[in-house]
């Protein structure tokens, strides 16, 4: 059996027809359906271009192909090009097969749609909340409180009216999206085992955890410290301009601390005009999109402390992987975040004053460091993908027998 899987990424396609990904969704991320299913259609935006990317990884193959979308970006564009994305959406509704979709999205609500039109079951994988998505300061729109209302209010429906629900956290989405159905608490994150790190590395020592040999990092005690941090500029949603103003009030305390921030977006120039008009342009390090993988580890690897200020989450791959290298973390206190880390270990959202005292507080007891290193490493490995892998698969197995069954109901 076939699944349609349909999500708001974007995807950049070549003339010769191959699909590449700049980051964490390649054709590695579909492997996981083709476990139970035989073939994965993934319904995503595309951007043309005239050849591979350089850097980028390739998203299809032998039994993953893509039904492109037009691009847009941002709620105006969508809007414009709505009838053009409608238009080329209302094919995928009359293909066969399981149908999931990854929510909150508006290419999955587009989908639903259709769907449920015809009363054709589907099932859902969370991995975002519109609450924290459309809070102050997330977004600057005058509709935002409409917004905020409205997609919340769709999420909820779809859960209680989907066959199955697959939350990226253990318990956050679920009070908040409840489903009646069969669900399941799965993380769309998934180490491999060469992701934790195992041998000495900079400012690490070997010691014994959960009988392994691993390492855990010995804290700078001097500085200078260096901070990192991987999101996503499209949007503020991480919090990349309360980490610079963070930094900013650090340094005018007298502690030298730098920050090197991974990812690129439409918010990147005016992110380095920030820390330049702070006067900290030369601590702040811009390094764009870096390949998955072995890449963005060489750079965890070389930090002191990894801080995720975001304003809004679902459970964060980048986090969960800093943590795997041992890093200390500081994270905001929305969505996942605090199903990963001690309530001392985080701040509220877009302050930059809590931030900043918080990264003070923990740069100034290498104690804690190490202590906050050795948790980090240990939570982090119950993200291995040989342990999530067998409740993923059971979710994939439910939704393909109930739309096997639903389809022998429908040729009666």
Known sequence: MDVTVALDARYAMAPDGSVWSQAGMARAFWERYLEV????????????????????L???????????????????????RYPAL???????AAMPGAII??????????????????HRPYALEVIGDPHDVFSPGSVDHPLRPLFRWHF????RHQCRSAIGVAYVTKYTLQRRYPSPFMSSGVSDVDLPREAVAEAAVTHYSSVELASTRTAVRTANRQGPYRIVTVGSLAQLYKGTDVLIDAVARCVREGYDVSAVIVGDGKFRPLLMARAERLGIAARIQFLGQVTSGEPVRRILDAGDLFVLPSRTEGLPRSLIEAMARGLPCIGSAVGGIPELLEASDMTPPG???????????VLGDPARMNRMSLRNMAEAQGYLNTVLADRRRQFYRHVRDYTQRWEKGQRR
């Not at 299913?37 to 980028?56: I, L, N, Y």
């Not at 919340?152 to 999420?155: D, F, H, I, K, Q």
């Open 152 to 155: 919340c209010r769709r999420l």
């Open 58 to 80: 390739a998203a299809n193959g032998d039994a993953v192909i893509f039904h492109p979308l037009p691009d847009y970006c941002g709620p105006w564009q969508y809007l414009r």
């Open 351 to 361: 302050d930059s004053a809590a931030l900043a005292a918080k990264i003070r507080e």
């Open 86 to 92: 409608l238009a080329a959406i209302r094919p995928v």
């Open 101 to 118: 979709l990854r929510v909150a999205s508006q290419i999955s609500n587009l989908l639903e749609g259709q769907y449920r039109q015809i």
């Open 37 to 56: 299913f035989d073939r994965v259609r993934v319904v995503a935006r595309a951007v043309r271009v005239d050849r591979r990317p350089e850097g980028w």
